[in-house]
T-cell receptor
Framework: GAGVSQSPRYKVAKRGQDVALRCDPI?????LFWYQQALGQGPEFLTY????????KSGLPSDRFFAERPEGSVSTLKIQRTQQEDSAVYLC????????????FGQGTRLTVV | GNSVTQMEGPVTLSEEAFLTINCTYT??????LFWYVQYPGEGLQLLLK?????DKGSNKGFEATYRKETTSFHLEKGSVQVSDSAVYFC??????????FGAGTTVTVRA
């Protein structure tokens, strides 16, 4: 597709359930980012990939959060044993590498933990 | 660390009014500055950017000037339209990857 695609758009999980969120970046984009956006807040950085290498995971809030991009294209953000505080919109963005490149965002996955 | 502080909303305006959304930043190094917009039901979109001091970014009638002396990047539009109703985020980036966002300002323009 022409843009960054995320699925599912909406996910309701019971507390303690594991979830997997998918991101299809723009074809050819080397850089991929995950952000978490709580209600009424700005996006907060979670993790960054350059191709298949995860270069920065400093924003992941706990070891229940895990992200991968095994072939340098599609990425999955996995949250284990979800908790209510994990409820947020999870945004994926991709870009070419470089200082003046634009990051293109997907529409996000809204996760609600009940 | 890097952080962005922007004017709290919500902001409600009449059509053709002047809009200003204040944004100030703290950064290590020399950041690039951005305004992103999120229209209802849509993803974040880049509105404009500036990569060095005194640069002016502009798009769709919006402008913002990178002011290093006041560490600010205020967003302005001279005459807003109903279609400008959205959430606006100020952001910065140091090095070539992660963005640091402000909390967002909700703008509603009434006909």
């Amino acid at each position: 597709g022409a843009g960054v695609s995320q699925s599912p758009r909406y996910k309701v999980a019971k507390r303690g359930q594991d979830v997997a969120l998918r991101c299809d970046p723009i074809s050819g984009h080397v850089s991929l980012f995950w952000y978490q956006q709580a209600l009424g807040q700005g996006p907060e950085f979670l993790t960054y990939f350059q191709n298949e290498a995860q270069l920065d995971k400093s924003g992941l809030p706990s070891d229940r959060f895990f992200a991968e991009r095994p072939e340098g294209s599609v990425s999955t953000l996995k949250i284990q044993r979800t908790q209510q505080e994990d409820s947020a919109v999870y945004l994926c963005a991709s870009s070419h590498r470089g200082e003046n490149t634009e990051a293109f965002f997907g529409q996000g996955t809204r996760l609600t933990v009940v | 660390g890097n952080s962005v502080t922007q004017m709290e909303g919500p902001v409600t305006l009449s059509e053709e009014a002047f809009l200003t959304i204040n944004c100030t930043y703290t950064a290590t190094g020399y950041p690039s500055l951005f305004w992103y917009v999120q229209y209802p039901g849509e993803g974040l979109q880049l509105l404009l950017k500036a990569t060095k001091a005194d640069d002016k970014g502009s798009n769709k009638g919006f402008e913002a000037t990178y002011r290093k002396e006041t560490t600010s990047f205020h967003l302005e539009k001279g005459s807003v339209q109903v279609s400008d109703s959205a959430v606006y985020f100020c952001a910065l980036r140091v090095s070539d990857y992660k963005l640091s966002f402000g909390a967002g300002t909700t703008v509603t323009v009434r006909a």
